[in-house]
């Protein structure tokens, strides 16, 4: 393990994260946010283990996690799912992965996001641009798991602005009651509370082209991380689970995302990566100064803040042709205009 490079709030370590861990006192961290090597069926420059081998390649990080973390702590893990190899259906590894933590390991399940990539390309496109059997794969989840049933957390922290819908009822009032589902809303639900609690559906898209890490990449011949999560996804769990001041460790830390949001939050961090070409392109996070905490880093966001889901019958037209008997088995030439 060698410290690569320190900040006013935290370090970049080099070396395996399992020794780097092994090295702290039991209850010593309060947050780990992180995004580890998905177990994909196709190996990454990054390294990962398949999906059938994950779930124990992943387990002594688990122990390692539960030691280290505070009774009042959470761990935080973005992950894909994967396809099984040649055919059109799901891996469960990474849902096996939440249940060995929970039932072997001692963790609750907190709550699961799901994180929605709006501008994520059609796959897996064998199954949904060529056979056009299966919708694209534009979801990761994101497990928020705790070693006490109440961690330390606010919804306040995260709070974002009213829907237009919302606004109008505000506005013209609303009128208490019973739902067809037998939900009651009482005459509290007209209340103007500044801003709206957000759901567990995270919509933010991966498009960053032009960040300030890219260029520095670029500038000295350096290869970016092919994985990066946006700044947003740490940021949200930072702000939510934890205080100014306390230990956040990303152990899988990739270019240092982690370490960026948490020296702008004034979180003491430390970020550790095996791959030495990697740490040399975070250097770039923190070569300028580093922005006022309270603003939010939209660096990464092109399109903007607000995106939009289609109701399913958009383009619903009354017209189907008979579904493939084989179930799409069988591939099938398209024809140059499908319509």
Request: glycine share 8%; proline share 9%; aromatic share 12%.
């Amino acid at each position: 393990m060698t410290p690569y490079h320190r900040t006013k709030f935290g370090r970049i370590v080099l070396g395996d994260s399992l020794e780097y861990m092994a090295s702290l006192k039991a209850k010593s961290v309060d947050l780990i946010v992180t995004s580890p090597p998905f177990g994909l069926v196709r190996k990454k420059d990054y390294g990962n283990v398949e999906s059938h081998e994950y779930v124990e390649w992943f387990k002594p990080f688990g122990r390692e996690f539960w030691r280290i973390l505070k009774p009042t702590g959470s761990l935080v893990i973005d992950i894909g799912g994967a396809w099984i190899p040649g055919q059109p259906t799901r891996s469960l590894y990474h849902f096996e992965l939440a249940v060995m933590l929970c039932r072997e390991l001692g963790f609750y399940l907190a709550q699961e996001f799901y994180w929605w990539n709006p501008s994520k390309l059609p796959s897996p496109a064998e199954w949904v641009t060529v056979r056009r059997i299966r919708v694209k794969d534009a979801v990761n989840m994101i497990w928020w798991f705790s070693v006490t049933p109440w961690p330390k957390a606010s919804n306040t922290r995260v709070l974002v602005p009213y829907s237009d819908a919302m606004k109008g009822l505000l506005k013209n009032g609303y009128r208490a009651k019973l739902r067809p589902s037998g939900h009651d809303i009482s005459d509290k639900f007209s209340w103007d509370n500044g801003a709206a609690i957000p759901p567990n559906l995270i919509a933010v898209p991966n498009t960053e082209s032009n960040s300030y890490y890219l260029r520095y990449c670029e500038k000295h011949g350096l290869k970016p991380h092919p994985a990066r999560f946006p700044a947003a996804i740490p940021e949200l769990f930072m702000r939510m689970l934890s205080d100014t001041g306390e230990n956040i460790l990303d152990p899988f830390a990739g270019s240092c995302v982690t370490g960026e949001v948490a020296e702008r939050l004034r979180r003491k961090w430390t970020c550790v990566e095996m791959r030495d070409e990697y740490i040399q392109g975070a250097l770039g996070r923190f070569e300028r100064p580093v922005e006022p905490e309270q603003e939010p880093m939209f660096e990464s966001i092109s399109e903007g803040t607000t995106y939009k889901l289609h109701h399913p019958g958009a383009l619903w037209n009354g017209r189907e042709k008979p579904l493939p008997f084989d179930g799409g088995k069988k591939r099938r030439i398209r024809a140059s205009n499908p319509a």
